[in-house]
């Protein structure tokens, strides 16, 4: 999981970084590493520093000022001693609430994973699709105003999961995921209206990318599953300047306790 590099407690983060110009990629855990290796598909030779907040893990769960607070302060102090070429918020459940106040203090470009209602509007052949994330995405004003601005036509589930990011934890430590806990969690999607079912699903936490072979092995019928990962690493590409990421050095994976 963690290709070569060890986790590293995070407080040695703040004690020298090894080169300026590093990727910083931060999650609660370890979803935003579906989001690190699109980056590297795309950006192969990219020193990646990956922040893994574990000690706050689960974000779903934070009352959202709080929250907020909590992850610009985390940048910030991260950045002072980094001095990262870009950001990427890849978590849905942060990136839903603090994109704008992370681009407003930040001078370099902050990438963010929001769910991805626009491309589920315009893959459903039924017109039914479901948006599965945690349950602080699924109550962010962003969520709302992308169903409104992309499919407000479109009968939509959106499914608060509150074990799911557990779970696929669970499966990166090597543990059995329970499959009748996860089937519970996602057969709220599952919904027919008007003779028409849901054909999409929208993976809207980065973490649940892991669980996607166990949720087809459950699932009531065959969907398609809609992951972000791709278009954030392409996002990165398009707003990052070549010449500042740092190449030639070992990707970093570092854990807050
Ligand atoms: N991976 C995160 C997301 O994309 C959050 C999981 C959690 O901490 O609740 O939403």
């Given at each position: 999981m963690l290709t070569g590099s060890p986790a590293i407690p995070?407080?040695?983060?703040?004690?020298?970084?090894?080169?300026?110009?590093r990727v910083l990629v931060l999650d609660s855990?370890?979803?935003g590493l579906s989001v690190q290796r699109e980056i590297k598909r795309m950006l192969p030779d990219a020193a990646l520093l990956y922040l893994a907040d574990r000690a706050a893990?689960?974000?779903?769960?934070?009352d959202a000022a709080a929250l907020r607070e909590h992850i610009c302060a985390l940048v910030v102090s991260v950045s002072e001693v980094w001095q990262p070429s870009a950001v990427v918020i890849a978590c849905n459940t942060a990136s839903t609430l603090v994109l704008k106040s992370l681009r407003e203090i930040m001078s370099v470009p902050v990438v963010g994973t929001v769910p991805a209602i626009k491309p589920a509007a315009s893959q459903t052949q039924s017109g039914v699709f479901a948006v599965l994330a945690t349950p602080g995405t699924v109550k962010r004003d962003y969520t709302q105003d992308l169903i409104i601005e992309f499919a407000p036509e479109h009968h939509i589930a959106l499914v608060g999961a509150t074990g799911l990011a557990a779970l696929a934890e669970d499966k990166l430590a090597g543990r059995v995921v329970d499959l009748d806990r996860l089937l519970q969690e996602i057969v709220p999607c599952f919904v027919e209206k008007d003779g028409q079912r849901t054909d999409c699903i929208v993976?809207?936490?980065?973490?649940y990318p892991f669980l996607q072979e166990e949720m087809e092995q459950v699932a009531p019928w065959p969907v398609t599953w809609i992951d972000p990962a791709p278009a954030i690493a392409k996002r990165l590409v398009q707003v990052v300047?070549?010449?500042t990421i740092a190449t030639g050095f070992e990707d970093l994976f570092f854990l807050t306790s």
């Amino acid at each position: 999981m963690l290709t070569g590099s060890p986790a590293i407690p995070f407080q040695q983060m703040h004690m020298q970084a090894d080169t300026s110009g590093r990727v910083l990629v931060l999650d609660s855990g370890v979803g935003g590493l579906s989001v690190q290796r699109e980056i590297k598909r795309m950006l192969p030779d990219a020193a990646l520093l990956y922040l893994a907040d574990r000690a706050a893990f689960p974000y779903g769960d934070w009352d959202a000022a709080a929250l907020r607070e909590h992850i610009c302060a985390l940048v910030v102090s991260v950045s002072e001693v980094w001095q990262p070429s870009a950001v990427v918020i890849a978590c849905n459940t942060a990136s839903t609430l603090v994109l704008k106040s992370l681009r407003e203090i930040m001078s370099v470009p902050v990438v963010g994973t929001v769910p991805a209602i626009k491309p589920a509007a315009s893959q459903t052949q039924s017109g039914v699709f479901a948006v599965l994330a945690t349950p602080g995405t699924v109550k962010r004003d962003y969520t709302q105003d992308l169903i409104i601005e992309f499919a407000p036509e479109h009968h939509i589930a959106l499914v608060g999961a509150t074990g799911l990011a557990a779970l696929a934890e669970d499966k990166l430590a090597g543990r059995v995921v329970d499959l009748d806990r996860l089937l519970q969690e996602i057969v709220p999607c599952f919904v027919e209206k008007d003779g028409q079912r849901t054909d999409c699903i929208v993976l809207g936490c980065t973490h649940y990318p892991f669980l996607q072979e166990e949720m087809e092995q459950v699932a009531p019928w065959p969907v398609t599953w809609i992951d972000p990962a791709p278009a954030i690493a392409k996002r990165l590409v398009q707003v990052v300047e070549p010449e500042t990421i740092a190449t030639g050095f070992e990707d970093l994976f570092f854990l807050t306790s």
